[in-house]
């Protein structure tokens, strides 16, 4: 593996209410390796948001160390819906972020467009969300990420609000977007074709509060290595298999 | 005896000690005698309580004659006819910010007067009695009639004129604060004037000719009593209408009143009287026809009630 | 307080003891503001900082609803007040939401009035004061006339907002069993809007202790808008600012009490 | 209308035919109903089956407006109300966004202050008229009060309620970019509750003439609300109505003017 | 096949709008079996809803013909969310159907209760929706929808709005209680191994308007014919792969 750029050490959090308090994680421990793509499934509730969460600054842990392997890294979030802003226009979405971190010089707006053009939405700069299918929106969102240049990107159930057919073809996009982009990605999902298409590790987390019960390291036997590639690789549907029943799902 | 009570609804154009021979009749039972129970709304404003009159919810008005000439002359049928007069003077008294007693009207030149709003009885008089003593209510002096009738004397306390004409007993209380002093009194100054009168629809007065004579007798037999009695018996009499107010600052009220010859000593309303008012209106530009004694107001009552009464 | 057998963290512990004491310190700081404000203008009335004939003070304030209370009078005229609002309030949600299912009902009636509605809902309904009194008469009925017109418009446009926020889904699942268009209303439409509804009650039972008080302006022979009236024109502040202070204590109770209902009207929320 | 080359199907053609059928009996119901109206009340007044002397009557009303128009007061006091109008609720839209920034800001302050808002909030303002009058004068300051206090308080907590709603992820979004307080209230809260807060406005414009009418009963010289105490005073019910009916007409285009910033303001609607 | 149920001729749908006019389905015509599961798949947007609509009687169709066998059929149509009553117990909420159509009697009220109780909710009954996890909701609803007792069921992506792995579980759930209570049913989705899983014919529509494509006939070597083992039939790969590829998707 390569240097961890992250490690998370016996990570403990505790949310408290009024009705008492609940465990959400216990004692997670990761080391997260430069480039690397790491994908958490594990049953609804059980924690997930949690770890992104604090890896991200939003919440404190209750206890337990993280690690950056450098102390000025840029961590880029994307969250389930895209959260454009209604008012502003693709461009000044994607602006958002820098502008946040005063960083919105020419250059990095520069850059912003590019990624823009890049990535196919340059006839839509002018446009409000509203007039943008969903997929282009969650692409959208992504660049606005991506603007920010971070070097760790968290993703939590990017694709989820989307249609299935169009969720297909957004994880291939996005995904060879991230890999072109060299990022490290820590990915939550609910769906393991997603799952094992896309990452190098899958973390399988217990029921809350979560523990990790097992990381599956996936290695495909296919062509190109991208996510349609991936789906049809002949481990494909062992690692499927293994891993649906570690989940152990119930309603 | 009891049974055959009528009640009547009486609507006054405000609560004031001003009219202290009508609470005084109410309270020495001189309407109970006459089997009439009154019920007193408080109207603010003569033509709220018109409004009242006409539109059949209060059975007798209390106002100035000034507001039925007004209905009469926008071409109202059913019009409202004054039967008995209560008060002949303007009961209203001009404050400054400082004891006067060598006030003089001059003295109101170029200064700030708050005065009620246009149209009223009250602003009419006061316009009326400057003219009379050589001022020019237009060019001379700068009156305020901007403000409510019920927020003068706040609005003077508050800063607003350097006078401001006001009834009792917000006067006196102004002058307990020494906020403002009485330098003169409207009422002596305008002479008379059917300044407050009862009044009932046309309509009314043809189909309950006994209850309108049964309450001007009781409200003579009130002017009667107020006449022969002190401002001290008088407060006592009617302290049950003014419970906020103290007995000796009602007492002080009545007395000015009184000294004033403020109230009618019958309830008759002369053609004199009332052509007196009709040339204030006039001269205040708010009456462009004359109205004619006979169609607004009816003696008849009046004359019955002296006659009988001693 | 919650309390349970379980053991709780130290961790846990400690935000149950800050929480206890943020509501403290937001308990607390209410009541200091508020007593240091009577204090204060006491003080300041005392000091003749201000004028206390104007602005009334604490003792003064005191003393005038003791004598009201003693004199009898004080529930005479809440009494009064309280239930011409409590009438003009129902009577204007009754109607209001009867248009506005009316409206609701039929779209082009909702559309021929809509340019109406919309002179009529900017319309201050203040101004109407002196028309209500030669039309309805000057009584009581105009007090509440005047407490429901100034109401009413928002009632129905609220109530009517509340009707065609309905999630459309929940029509359309009504339809699949094959519901008539009274069924749409009663089994989706009413129960779906009471949220919407009791919210319009709230601004309603506002409107209402306005329009009453506007109208006890214009007539009256009690109440506490005559009390004020009365108060200011035999020049008495104390008065005036008794019933308003009366008042405002009054309609803050009747508030809660509107936020009470919906509470108990919407279980699953 | 929209127009295009391509030629429709006979279906869209009657479908595109019905609904401007519809318009069209929409427009004439409308227009009808007002004419209809209109010379109901004419002949009724001339027939006498209503009091015309109390319901005015709509050739009276002309002739009123022409007289007002060719004295040239009707613009004056038209001019007056309308001013007092925008400064109040200018005035009361400033204040009430700041003063919900600030409870936005602290959720301390916020609670604090929360069961005083209820008070206020319940608090038929117009009792103040007195009071007003006392503290700030005689004069267009305390008309101007007038129409803040009556809209200050719905605005505050129109705004404020707009804050609150604002989605939590779109915050939770701008933190992930470490966003400040600050750039929280001007990147999302403000913008996002633009639509809320317009709508806060459209009631804060009818509550301010509500208020500058109230105010004008209290104390005036000129403007509409002069205007109706002036006729009720000396009995001209054609002064009172045609006033009325002037103001409800300003009323009415000053709450488009507002619907129609609104609709500027927020273009990815 | 059975004698068809259901016979669609020739249906056309055309919305109109004022600024022009969609023609949502073009010359759709199918013959459905008793007893049928079909599913239909399509692209967003291409007309899958308006066909259901339609049959539902939701909407009129501009032309084409609608033949029931048998003309007191109860249909049944279930959405794409749940859409419980809030303000109803998940017991009202099942009697819905049952009091719009004035068939509330004791009887029919009995066999929904006796619904409720047979597929796991009997506990619940009193609850009130929110109270209740999506899954349990999602079944509150079709049981709702069964409570009718219809023959035919319209199903508008019923499971779109669960999370994956609850999704796969109330799939199975929900797909054996129609194929117990022998129902016949008419199921539009966007995800393939449901459609498979489930289907005795998938219809694959084209991009707006919508025409029929092509249909498959699912047959399965799976030993009970549960989703779940339909999911690891040998088959099961192909179909999905043919099917992905005769759906052409673009984001
Ligand atoms: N602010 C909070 N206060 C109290 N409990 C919370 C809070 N946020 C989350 N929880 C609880 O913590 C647990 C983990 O929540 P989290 O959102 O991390 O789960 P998740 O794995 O992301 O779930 P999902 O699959 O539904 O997205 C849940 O049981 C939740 O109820
Ligand atoms: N009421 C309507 N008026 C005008 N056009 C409509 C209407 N309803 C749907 N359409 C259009 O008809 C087409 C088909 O819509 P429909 O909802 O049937 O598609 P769908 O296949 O169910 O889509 P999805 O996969 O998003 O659920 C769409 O292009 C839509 O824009
Ligand atoms: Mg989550
Ligand atoms: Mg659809």
Redo the contacts with the bound molecule.
Sequence with gaps: MPTPVLSIEKLT?I???LNGE?L??KDFTLDIGEGEFIVIV????????????ILAGLLFPSSGLIKYSNDEVTLGYML?DDHLFPWRTILDNVYLGLEIQNRATTENKRRAELLIETYGLGKFKQHYPAQLSGGMRQRAALIRTLAINPEILLL??PFSALDYQTRMAVTDDIGSIIKKEKKTAIM?T?DLTEAISLANRIIV?TK?P?VIKQIFDIKLTSTDHSPTQNRNAPEFMNYYNEIWKELDVHV | EKEDVTVVKLNEVTHSVFYAPQYAAISQGFFSDEGLKIEITNGQGADKVLTAVISGDSDIGFCGPEASVYVYNQGKEDYAISFAQLTKRDGSFILGRDPDPDFTFDKLIDKDVIGGRKGGMPMMNLQWVLKQNGIDPDQDVNIDSSIQFAAMAGAFKGGTGDYVSLFEPTALALEKEGAGYVVASLGVESGEVPYTCYNATKSYIEENPDIIQKFTNAIYRGQLWVKENSPEEIAQAIVEFFPDTDIDDLTAVVKRYKDQDSWNTTPMLTQDSFEHMQNIMESAGELNKRAPFDDLVNTKFAETAIENIK | MYMSEKNFSKEHEQYIKKLKTNRFNVIATRTILLVFFIIFWEVAAELQWIDSFITSQPTRVLKTLVNLFTEGTLFKHLFTTVLETIIGFTTSTILGTVIAIILWWSPFISKVADPYLVVLNSLPKVALGPIILVWVGAGPVAIIVMAVLISLVVTISGVYSGFTDVDEAKITLVKTFGATKLQILTKVVLPASYPTITNALKINVGLSWVGVIMGEFLVSKAGLGYLIVYGSQVFQLDLVMTSILILSLAAGVMYQIIAYIEKKLIPYK
């Excluded at chain 1, 594990?42 to 969460?53: A, Y």
């Design positions: 959090k949310y408290h209410s609940t959400a994680i594990g049953p609804s509730g059980c924690g997930k948001t949690t770890v992104l969460s389930q939590d159930e939550v609910h987390l809350r979560a």
